[in-house]
């Protein structure tokens, strides 16, 4: 069982920015692909971005295309989610998941296709 962690939620004023991150306890993250997603009260999990084990494809919702840039870094085994000019209506838990291989286009947003997930990090934005 795969166990992920989530860190570097927080409070931050709109237009500000976050980074969070994810990583794997005891296995090599590099070996999955990684999806983000948040949760807000009385709503499902959507999903934001999704990056395959090599990095060679990425996907992003359109609400957070041109703000959000999702990465991995090799030699950490980390993946990030590079969090720009925030709205408060970003403002959810977020939460990282992964699966052995990514999605495609049509379902990397499905929080069904994904097989193990963290406990999330709460992200608050401040008008």
């Known amino acids: 069982q795969v166990q992920l962690v989530e860190s570097g939620g927080g409070l931050v004023q709109a237009g500000g920015s976050l980074r969070l991150s994810c990583a794997a306890a005891?296995?090599?993250?590099?070996?999955?692909?990684v999806g983000w997603f948040r949760k807000v009260p009385g709503k499902g999990r959507e999903g934001i971005s999704s990056?395959?084990?090599?990095?060679?494809?990425?996907y992003y919702a359109d609400f957070v295309r041109g703000r959000f840039t999702i990465s991995r870094d090799m030699a950490t085994s980390v993946v990030y989610l590079e969090m720009n000019k925030l709205k408060p209506e970003d403002t959810a838990i977020y939460y990282c998941?992964?699966?052995?291989?990514?999605?495609?286009?049509?379902?990397?947003?499905?929080?069904?296709?994904?097989?193990?997930w963290g406990q999330g990090t709460r992200v608050t934005v401040s008008s």
């Open positions: 998941a992964a699966r052995t291989t990514l999605p495609g286009q049509s379902t990397w947003w499905d929080e069904g296709q994904y097989d193990f």
């Open positions: 005891g296995y090599a993250l590099d070996a999955y692909a």
């Open positions: 990056i395959s084990k090599s990095a060679g494809r990425k």
